[in-house]
């Protein structure tokens, strides 16, 4: 037998050292799974920091929770709770300087949110602070009154219009208040009233102080458009510079002074009043554009004056003009809201920035009524914002902002290529270097695609004919070719004109004339299949009886084609900047001036549409009119097309046969029979008599007889025969069924002639001749039997 090799000891204990650091690792990583929810439960859902609310405040309550003991502190107002966990309940007590209550509070299912009130009833709500988003800010200098008030503008603007609660510890940092307040309520409100004075200011930052060899300083601004103004006190303290807050009654009468200088009642109707303002153009559009995926979006494009833009290429310049807007802002540097004057009735331009490359205007807009509109962003800020910002790219965002996340692909397309290959980002004549690049190909990817779409849809045609027997003309489907094509490979452009940010370039023009001819052939495309579709669907109404498929489907197809022209009129004449109210009155002036010179053929089509409402035929109808019998064999919008007994097309206008009377045969629900047999005059009256009661049985036993009809007599003599009469109703309704049924009575009767014995007669005449002056016979011929004419007496 052979000897079992012994494997090396060396990798088997390479090979026991890695299992049982796998082991080990899978060991860790389980262990951490469980500790980590035990580690959350043995600290409590209850511990962090929470934004609270309530009716009239707000504060940062920081909790801590030990089994069921939670204590903690809320800022600003220096409270202190302590409280009694069950589960996701809390129960227990505030206090804070002049006051204190009961609260109850109970945590969502998340553990992100709570539900609360305390003791008057009043609600006292709260959601969990992410630890991640407890910064600091973007400036934390206080070592001079201008740094200080800086950090605390920065940090109360982040409070009161970013919703950034955690801002507020740096607000109550730099704030220290002259005299004790009697209570945290009196605090706040101290607070909440002289930042409300800071925000209706305007003023700036460069000319607060700077470098102070005391341990005071002072800061004099007002609002703008009034020469009040009221005063800022800074004091010196161990960490920095802070803003004194002064007593009630001082900030009362600063504020009913403010506000009387500004004509309103109160601070909200004041905001309010001066929302619209250089200063709430550019915070709009600021912050919109940081819920740029939310409702911002729509607030920061209303900021901008982009009435320049053709409204068909607005979904795609928009984004990218306020995308280059804000990083042109970002560099320029970082917005406090109260260096931007707030005046609504300012009476120049406000402008935020100069550059050599153009400039950043905010200015009152005008509406089409020529009266003032809101303040927006200049057109000429919007055109020259993508050279400015190529001018200025290269500097980095300023201080206190992070460079921003890109708006658009654009933008994202952009900055990968920049991050890979800045060269590339150079410019050469129109377009930077990529551009280019992928505006070749994007133009050759368009035509490749609109060429395979034409194929594809000719193919896809082909085969439906094919497969359901569409009987389409290979001329109809070529007509779908070309237009096809085109309108595939325009859509591709215009894409790639967005994606590429050629939209607002110097290339609008040929953005435009894409747009132009797209337009004209999507429209072309949807007329002629809307046209195809209408010639199926009326080969199909031709095989049913129904008039009413017919007229509904020429009708649908020319008022879907219709709508398609006057769709496509308008959307060209919005791309070359006619407005479409215009156009829409030019289109009914002329509709008007058309219905007028062919009235008659309106006429004939609301006749058409009369026709499918009342119904009074149906193809293949056999109809009366003025010009006779005919059978109806299509009946259009316009006119009806007939075939008459003699194989004669007719073709009447719509409009004469709603005018006049219409006999339709095949509406009748029974046809009449009325037969005259004539008997010859020596038919006996007993075969008489046995004739008529048998034609009237035989008539009975027609199938398609009306049981309660069939009127049967002798109804006089006639010149050469004893008329019998036969009146009925037959139960047929086709002109085809009603030959049928006469024929087979017709055989009927002449077999019941000659079992009953009796003969037909036919037209005959009896000549008697008299001899040379002798006197007439005043007496009724002996009828004679039919066929014999006789001679009496002939010479």
Request: no cysteine; net charge negative.
């Amino acid at each position: 037998m052979f000897d079992r090799p012994h494997a090396p000891r060396a990798p088997a204990a390479a090979i026991l050292r890695g299992t049982r650091l796998i082991v080990a690792r899978v060991l860790t990583a389980l262990a951490v799974l469980v500790l980590l929810p035990v580690a959350a439960l043995a600290q409590g859902p209850w511990s962090g920091e929470w934004q609270t609310y309530w009716r009239d405040g707000a504060a940062i309550l920081s909790l801590d929770q030990d089994g069921d003991r939670v204590t903690g502190t809320y800022e600003p107002g220096g409270g202190r709770v302590e409280a009694t966990a069950d589960g996701a309940r809390l129960v227990g007590t505030w206090q804070q300087r002049g006051a204190s209550g009961n609260f109850v509070f109970a945590l969502d299912a998340d553990g992100a949110v709570f539900t609360g009130r305390y003791e008057s009833g009043e609600y006292w709500n709260g959601e969990r602070i992410d630890p991640a988003a407890a910064a600091t800010g973007p400036f934390t200098r206080t070592d001079t009154p201008r740094e200080a008030l800086r950090t605390l503008l920065a940090a109360g603007n982040r409070v009161a219009y970013e919703g950034e609660p955690t801002a507020m510890r740096m607000v109550e940092r730099l704030m220290t208040f002259e005299g004790a307040p009697s209570d945290s309520r009196e605090e706040a409100l101290r607070r909440r009233l002289l930042w409300a004075l800071v925000d209706l200011s305007t003023f700036r930052l460069r000319n607060a102080p700077g470098s102070v060899d005391g341990d005071t300083a002072v800061f004099r601004i007002g609002p703008a458009g009034t020469t009040e103004t009221f005063e800022l006190r800074f004091r010196r303290a161990s960490e920095g510079w802070v803003l004194v807050v002064p007593p009630l009654d001082v900030i009362q009468t600063d504020t009913a002074r403010l506000l009387d200088a500004l004509g309103h009642a109160s601070i909200d109707e004041a905001r309010a009043a001066r929302a619209d303002s250089p200063r709430g153009a550019l915070r709009r559009f600021v912050l919109g554009t940081k819920d740029w995926d939310g409702p911002g979006r729509d607030r920061a494009l209303a900021a901008l004056d982009l009435s320049y833009l053709p409204a068909q290429l607005y979904e795609i310049q928009a984004p990218v003009l306020a995308d280059y807007l804000k990083r042109v802002l970002d560099r320029a540097g970082y917005p406090i809201w109260q260096e931007i004057p707030d005046d609504p009735a300012r009476p120049t331009p406000y402008e935020h920035y100069r550059h050599p490359a153009g400039a950043i205007v905010i200015e009152r807009s005008v509406t089409a009524e020529g009266e003032p509109g809101p303040w927006l962003f200049t057109a000429d800020t919007m055109r020259g914002a993508p050279d400015l910002f190529t001018a200025m790219q290269d500097l980095a965002v300023a201080d206190g902002l992070r460079d921003a996340a890109p708006l658009t692909d654009f933008f994202r397309l952009r900055q990968a290529v920049r991050d890979r290959a800045p060269a590339l980002t150079l410019r050469y004549g129109l377009l930077e270097a990529w551009q280019w690049g992928l505006l070749v190909g994007a133009g050759i990817a368009a035509v490749l695609l609109g060429w395979a779409a034409g194929r594809a849809a000719t193919a896809l045609l082909r085969g439906l004919d094919r497969w359901l027997s569409l009987e389409l003309e290979p001329a109809t489907i070529r007509r779908l070719d070309w237009p096809l094509r085109v309108a595939v490979a325009g859509m591709a452009a215009i894409f790639a004109f967005g994606w590429l940010g050629l939209a607002q370039t110097a290339l609008e023009g040929a953005s435009l004339a894409i747009t132009f001819v797209t337009t004209l052939a999507i429209a072309l495309v949807l007329f002629r299949l809307v046209g195809l579709v209408g010639t199926h669907l009326r080969h199909r109404a031709e095989e049913t009886p129904s008039v009413v498929d017919q007229i509904f489907v020429s009708l649908a197809t020319g008022l879907v084609q219709m709508l398609i022209v006057i769709g496509g009129i308008v959307a060209l004449a919005e791309i070359v900047g006619l407005p479409y109210e215009g156009v829409l009155t030019g289109l009914g002036v002329g509709g008007i001036a058309l219905a007028f010179a062919a009235r008659d053929t309106v006429s004939n089509l609301l006749a058409g549409a009369i026709l499918m409402a009342d119904r009074p035929f149906r193809q293949g109808d056999l109809i009366e009119t003025d010009h006779g019998l005919a059978t109806v064999e299509l009946v259009g919008p316009r006119s009806t097309r007939m075939r008459t007994l003699d194989d004669t097309l007719l073709v009447l206008p719509n409009a004469q046969l709603t005018d006049r009377g219409i006999f339709n045969y095949n509406k009748r629900r029974r046809r009449k029979i009325l037969l005259q047999i004539g008997l010859t005059y020596d038919t006996p009256r007993d075969r008489l008599d046995a004739f008529v009661e048998r034609l009237s049985d035989t008539y009975q036993a027609q199938d398609r007889a009306d049981p309660t009809s069939g009127w049967v007599g002798m109804t006089g003599v006639g010149p050469s025969s004893i008329d019998i009469e036969l009146w009925g109703y037959f139960r047929v309704y086709s002109h085809d069924g009603f030959v049928k049924a006469r024929h087979a009575l017709v055989g009927d009767i002449i077999e019941l002639a000659k079992e009953v014995g009796v003969t037909f007669a036919f037209p005959t005449r009896t000549v008697h001749v008299a001899a040379e002056g002798a006197e007439p016979r005043n007496q009724l011929a002996r009828p004679e039997p039919a066929g014999d004419v006789s001679a009496a007496d002939a010479r």
